[in-house]
Nanobody
Framework: VQLVESGGGLVQPGGSLTLSCATSGFPFSESAMSWYRQAPGKGRELVAEITRWSSRTNYDDAVKGRFTISRDNGAKTVTLQMNNLKPEDTAVYYC??????????????WGQGTQVTVSA
């Protein structure tokens, strides 16, 4: 199993970033997927989730209306479009299966994450 997150960086408040997660080694189209984040000194938290065939999405209240999760089952990728970024969005962002915070990462694996820093 591999989860490779990319697309992070330094952005000013109000800016945008698009995060991507390339996956392999598990039946992606059979897996609901989520984005998580971990800010300095805090625990990992759920940001957004998407069902297997994109029929439903769910967002943490802190990002609702600003972030959009999507997936491409053919390419086995999941994407997080982040708009109107705020300093409190600063964190390392990870993708994994849904409910990974309680079930653990898929096959016990977490990727390296991608750092997002929102600062003037």
């Amino acid at each position: 199993v591999q989860l490779v997150e990319s697309g992070g960086g330094l952005v000013q408040p109000g800016g945008s970033l698009t995060l991507s997660c390339a996956t392999s080694g598990f039946p992606f189209s059979e897996s609901a997927m989520s984005w998580y984040r971990q800010a300095p000194g805090k625990g990992r938290e759920l940001v957004a989730e998407i069902t297997r065939w994109s029929s439903r999405t769910n967002y943490d209240d802190a990002v609702k209306g600003r972030f959009t999760i999507s997936r491409d089952n053919g390419a086995k990728t999941v994407t997080l479009q982040m708009n109107n970024l705020k300093p409190e969005d600063t964190a390392v962002y990870y993708c994994n299966r849904a409910f990974a915070l309680t079930l653990g990462g898929i096959a016990g694996v977490w990727g390296q994450g991608t750092q997002v820093t929102v600062s003037a």
